[in-house]
Protein backbone atom coordinates (compact mmCIF):
# COMPACT_ATOMS: atom_id res chain seq x y z
CA UNK A 1 0.00 0.00 0.00
CA UNK A 2 0.81 3.43 -1.10
CA UNK A 3 0.19 6.52 1.10
CA UNK A 4 0.77 10.08 -0.33
CA UNK A 5 0.93 12.85 1.56
CA UNK A 6 0.55 16.53 0.41
CA UNK A 7 1.27 20.07 2.47
CA UNK A 8 -1.99 21.99 3.72
CA UNK A 9 -2.07 25.56 3.70
CA UNK A 10 -2.23 24.91 7.55
CA UNK A 11 1.46 24.36 8.37
CA UNK A 12 0.44 22.23 11.55
CA UNK A 13 -1.97 19.59 9.01
CA UNK A 14 -0.72 17.19 6.70
CA UNK A 15 -3.30 15.24 4.24
CA UNK A 16 -3.10 11.35 3.70
CA UNK A 17 -4.30 10.14 0.33
CA UNK A 18 -4.30 6.12 1.15
CA UNK A 19 -5.44 5.74 -2.36
CA UNK A 20 -8.47 4.18 -1.28
CA UNK A 21 -12.05 5.57 -0.11
CA UNK A 22 -12.19 6.86 3.44
CA UNK A 23 -15.80 7.88 4.15
CA UNK A 24 -18.12 7.24 1.00
CA UNK A 25 -21.21 9.26 2.35
CA UNK A 26 -19.92 11.35 5.07
CA UNK A 27 -17.32 13.30 6.78
CA UNK A 28 -15.85 12.58 10.07
CA UNK A 29 -13.27 14.72 12.59
CA UNK A 30 -12.45 14.39 15.87
CA UNK A 31 -10.34 17.05 17.83
CA UNK A 32 -9.83 15.02 21.00
CA UNK A 33 -9.06 11.33 21.90
CA UNK A 34 -12.68 10.51 23.18
CA UNK A 35 -14.61 11.70 19.76
CA UNK A 36 -12.33 9.69 18.01
CA UNK A 37 -13.55 6.76 19.85
CA UNK A 38 -16.41 6.36 17.26
CA UNK A 39 -13.81 5.58 14.56
CA UNK A 40 -10.93 2.55 15.43
CA UNK A 41 -8.86 4.43 12.45
CA UNK A 42 -9.08 7.84 14.31
CA UNK A 43 -8.39 5.83 17.91
CA UNK A 44 -5.33 4.39 16.02
CA UNK A 45 -4.24 7.75 15.07
CA UNK A 46 -4.80 9.83 18.66
CA UNK A 47 -2.57 6.65 20.02
CA UNK A 48 0.11 8.72 17.71
CA UNK A 49 2.16 10.77 20.24
CA UNK A 50 1.72 14.53 18.62
CA UNK A 51 -1.73 13.76 17.12
CA UNK A 52 -4.35 16.52 18.19
CA UNK A 53 -7.17 15.96 15.27
CA UNK A 54 -8.03 13.97 12.85
CA UNK A 55 -10.41 14.48 9.55
CA UNK A 56 -11.96 12.20 7.20
CA UNK A 57 -13.10 12.98 3.51
CA UNK A 58 -13.99 11.01 0.94
CA UNK A 59 -10.51 9.64 -0.04
CA UNK A 60 -8.34 11.62 2.20
CA UNK A 61 -7.48 11.75 6.18
CA UNK A 62 -5.97 15.04 7.27
CA UNK A 63 -4.18 14.99 10.46
CA UNK A 64 -3.37 17.99 12.63
CA UNK A 65 -0.47 18.06 15.24
CA UNK A 66 -0.02 19.49 18.78
CA UNK A 67 1.67 22.30 19.11
CA UNK A 68 3.44 21.37 21.80
CA UNK A 69 6.72 21.31 19.72
CA UNK A 70 5.54 18.23 17.76
CA UNK A 71 7.94 17.75 14.66
CA UNK A 72 5.90 16.24 11.28
CA UNK A 73 9.89 14.75 11.12
CA UNK A 74 8.92 12.70 13.98
CA UNK A 75 4.79 12.65 13.97
CA UNK A 76 4.21 11.55 10.00
CA UNK A 77 6.16 8.16 10.45
CA UNK A 78 3.91 7.02 13.19
CA UNK A 79 0.92 7.82 11.24
CA UNK A 80 1.75 6.43 7.94
CA UNK A 81 1.78 3.11 9.64
CA UNK A 82 -1.27 3.39 11.48
CA UNK A 83 -3.10 4.24 8.66
CA UNK A 84 -1.22 0.95 6.56
CA UNK A 85 -1.92 -0.72 9.52
CA UNK A 86 -5.34 -0.14 9.68
CA UNK A 87 -6.53 -0.48 6.08
CA UNK A 88 -4.24 -3.75 5.79
CA UNK A 89 -6.20 -5.21 9.02
CA UNK A 90 -9.52 -4.96 7.08
CA UNK A 91 -11.27 -3.55 10.13
CA UNK A 92 -13.74 -0.06 9.40
CA UNK A 93 -13.47 3.28 9.14
CA UNK A 94 -15.77 3.89 11.70
CA UNK A 95 -17.47 2.15 14.40
CA UNK A 96 -21.08 0.81 14.10
CA UNK A 97 -23.44 3.73 14.10
CA UNK A 98 -20.52 6.18 14.43
CA UNK A 99 -20.77 8.46 11.20
CA UNK A 100 -20.30 12.18 12.04
CA UNK A 101 -22.04 14.13 9.75
CA UNK A 102 -24.11 17.07 10.98
CA UNK A 103 -27.38 16.71 11.52
CA UNK A 104 -30.08 19.00 10.16
CA UNK A 105 -31.29 19.93 13.54
CA UNK A 106 -27.74 21.47 13.84
CA UNK A 107 -28.55 24.27 11.38
CA UNK A 108 -30.52 27.27 12.67
CA UNK A 109 -32.14 29.75 10.11
CA UNK A 110 -35.93 31.18 9.34
CA UNK A 111 -38.38 29.14 7.41
CA UNK A 112 -38.92 32.63 5.48
CA UNK A 113 -34.80 32.59 4.48
CA UNK A 114 -35.49 29.20 2.91
CA UNK A 115 -34.35 30.23 -0.64
CA UNK A 116 -31.76 31.87 0.15
CA UNK A 117 -30.48 29.17 2.42
CA UNK A 118 -30.89 26.61 -0.85
CA UNK A 119 -28.93 28.58 -2.88
CA UNK A 120 -26.19 28.86 -0.12
CA UNK A 121 -26.02 25.72 0.57
CA UNK A 122 -25.85 24.65 -3.32
CA UNK A 123 -22.70 26.94 -3.90
CA UNK A 124 -21.39 25.21 -0.74
CA UNK A 125 -21.35 22.03 -2.29
CA UNK A 126 -20.70 22.71 -6.06
CA UNK A 127 -17.97 25.19 -5.56
CA UNK A 128 -16.55 25.64 -2.24
CA UNK A 129 -16.47 22.06 -0.60
CA UNK A 130 -14.54 20.26 -3.89
CA UNK A 131 -11.51 23.24 -3.41
CA UNK A 132 -11.44 23.26 0.28
CA UNK A 133 -11.34 19.38 -0.15
CA UNK A 134 -8.68 19.88 -2.16
CA UNK A 135 -6.70 21.62 1.19
CA UNK A 136 -7.38 18.54 3.34
CA UNK A 137 -10.88 20.43 5.12
CA UNK A 138 -14.09 21.03 4.53
CA UNK A 139 -16.71 23.66 5.55
CA UNK A 140 -20.05 23.09 6.28
CA UNK A 141 -23.73 25.20 6.53
CA UNK A 142 -24.78 25.78 10.16
CA UNK A 143 -26.73 28.48 9.66
CA UNK A 144 -28.26 32.26 8.30
CA UNK A 145 -29.66 34.97 9.99
CA UNK A 146 -29.83 38.78 9.37
CA UNK A 147 -27.46 38.68 6.27
CA UNK A 148 -24.97 36.35 8.25
CA UNK A 149 -23.79 32.90 7.06
CA UNK A 150 -22.14 30.62 9.25
CA UNK A 151 -20.25 28.27 8.71
CA UNK A 152 -17.93 25.77 10.44
CA UNK A 153 -14.51 24.77 9.22
CA UNK A 154 -13.34 21.46 9.39
CA UNK A 155 -10.10 19.09 8.81
CA UNK A 156 -7.01 21.51 7.65
CA UNK A 157 -9.64 24.26 7.86
CA UNK A 158 -10.02 24.53 11.20
CA UNK A 159 -7.32 26.70 12.84
CA UNK A 160 -5.50 27.25 9.99
CA UNK A 161 -4.15 30.82 9.59
CA UNK A 162 -5.55 31.58 5.84
CA UNK A 163 -9.33 30.15 6.77
CA UNK A 164 -10.08 33.70 7.62
CA UNK A 165 -8.50 35.31 4.14
CA UNK A 166 -10.56 32.54 2.70
CA UNK A 167 -13.77 33.04 4.67
CA UNK A 168 -13.73 36.64 3.97
CA UNK A 169 -12.07 37.45 0.25
CA UNK A 170 -13.06 34.09 -1.24
CA UNK A 171 -16.57 32.72 -0.05
CA UNK A 172 -18.12 36.07 1.28
CA UNK A 173 -17.82 37.43 -1.92
CA UNK A 174 -18.76 34.28 -4.00
CA UNK A 175 -22.10 34.72 -1.85
CA UNK A 176 -22.70 38.02 -2.13
CA UNK A 177 -22.29 37.77 -6.03
CA UNK A 178 -24.91 35.38 -6.23
CA UNK A 179 -26.85 36.76 -3.06
CA UNK A 180 -26.65 40.58 -2.69
CA UNK A 181 -28.49 40.32 0.15
CA UNK A 182 -25.49 38.45 2.62
CA UNK A 183 -24.30 40.68 4.57
CA UNK A 184 -21.43 39.02 6.25
CA UNK A 185 -19.52 34.70 6.57
CA UNK A 186 -18.46 34.19 10.19
CA UNK A 187 -16.92 30.61 11.34
CA UNK A 188 -18.60 28.82 14.45
Not at 97 to 103: F, K, Q, R, T, V
Not at 155 to 166: E, N, R
Request: proline letters at 6%; hydrophobic letters at 40%; charged letters at 20%.
Amino acid sequence: MFIQTEATPNPATLKFLPGRVVLSESTFEARDAEAAGRSPLASALFAVPGVSGVYFGHDFISVTKAEDGSEWAQVKPAVLGAIMEHFQSGAPVMAEGGAGAIEPGDEFYDEADHDTVVTIKDLLETRVRPAVAGDGGDITFRGYKEGVVYLEMKGACSGCPSSTATLRHGVQNLFRHFLPEIREVQAI
